[in-house]
């Protein structure tokens, strides 16, 4: 695994380059639960934009909220368009085609994603929410 990651956060994502994570991806275990009751892709763009979908498995709507990241030291931390801090920082970790992200301040809350070569078509019509997600939070 290649360790991007190691020094502190920056709170300033107006000079984002995300050019090593860039791309898209699927939660595939979330703290270390592989059968998860909710669905996740994600956009990251070099430039910094980052789009979050999310859904309840029960549910059949997508909800996307949009933000805007940067990756310092290895360390992703971010703002959702409503103005909203992700909810933690995280170290990031990239293996292959495996992106691992650990909030810098909970050991237990580790997101591991798949790169996608491509997003599902139905995630177009979701609807974009000035709030941020409450299921899985970044």
Known sequence: AEDIGGGGGNEDITDADLSSIAGYWHLV???GDTTLDF???LSILSDGNVTL???G????SWKRYDSR???VDGIISGKYNDNEVWANSYNVNIAADSM???????AADVSVYERCSTLPDELDAATINSLSPMLFAL
């Open 39 to 41: 669905d996740v892709y």
């Open 69 to 71: 990241a940067t990756l």
């Open 100 to 106: 691992t992200w650990t909030a810098t301040g909970d």
């Open 57 to 60: 498995l029960a549910s059949h």
């Open 53 to 55: 979908w999310q859904r």
């Open 29 to 31: 275990s979330w703290g």
